[in-house]
T-cell receptor, first 112, second 112 residues
Framework: NAGVTQTPKFQVLKTGQSMTLQCAQD?????MSWYRQDPGMGLRLIHY???????DQGEVPNGYNVSRSTTEDFPLRLLSAAPSQTSVYFC???????????FGPGTRLTVL | QQQVKQSPQSLIVQKGGISIINCAYE??????FPWYQQFPGKGPALLIA?????SEKKEGRFTISFNKSAKQFSLHIMDSQPGDSATYFC???????????FGRGTSLIVHP
């Protein structure tokens, strides 16, 4: 199993550009989440999904959109990038049997 | 509102020493308390977890101590090694949910 994969690993954007961060998991987990990690702020939840076709907002959803058309994929879209979105983004999927979260390797995003 | 408070923010320990990281929570509905370990450039990974029906759980050099009445739990790393240098996150999950509330993290450095 590849676990949780994320692409790209690094990305530089200009203010106002849009892009999609890809996330996929091959563990057949229903639950998936997106977090951003900033120094001293820990992991903050952006959006999450409890299954295909179902998404909801987390703690810091503004400026981000998600969709969940399949169990495997959970892309995160930045509609109009801002410097405040410079961060490291982690996707995670959760095994509902024991609540263990499996994180991807992260995407480091810089918005100029 | 920070529901899980983690301290210290950073910790420096000599090789062979004991590392102690503390977390406190407010929500009495939390019933699952995992700790995640994150190495630089990687995603967090589950290290050890505890449920409130026990006061302690040990896995190798890592021990969680849990005090339900005080609403506190802590991670002890015995015989700390340079390879333990990482960021550690405590988290708490309430029954019926799968979304953890994370502490802000502790950066641990173990000097050789």
């Amino acid at each position: 199993n590849a676990g949780v994969t994320q692409t790209p690993k690094f990305q530089v954007l200009k203010t106002g550009q849009s892009m999609t961060l890809q996330c996929a998991q091959d563990m057949n987990h229903e639950y998936m989440s997106w977090y951003r990690q900033d120094p001293g702020m820990g992991l903050r939840l952006i959006h999450y999904s409890v299954g295909a076709g179902i998404t909801d907002q987390g703690e810091v959803p503004n400026g981000y959109n998600v969709s969940r058309s399949t169990t495997e994929d959970f892309p995160l879209r930045l509609l109009s990038a801002a410097p405040s979105q410079t961060s490291v983004y982690f996707c995670a999927s959760t095994d509902r049997r024991d609540n263990e979260q499996f994180f991807g390797p992260g995407t480091r995003l810089t918005v100029l | 509102q920070q529901q899980v408070k983690q301290s210290p923010q950073s910790l420096i320990v000599q090789k062979g020493g004991i590392s102690i990281i503390n977390c406190a929570y407010e929500n009495t509905a939390f019933d699952y308390f995992p700790w995640y370990q994150q190495f630089p450039g990687k995603g967090p990974a589950l290290l050890i977890a505890i449920r409130p029906d026990v006061s302690e759980k040990k896995e190798g050099r890592f021990t969680i101590s849990f005090n339900k009445s005080a609403k506190q739990f802590s991670l002890h790393i015995m015989d700390s090694q340079p390879g333990d240098s990482a960021t550690y996150f405590c988290a708490a999950i309430s029954g019926g949910s799968y979304i953890p509330t994370f502490g802000r993290g502790t950066s641990l450095i173990v000097h050789p």
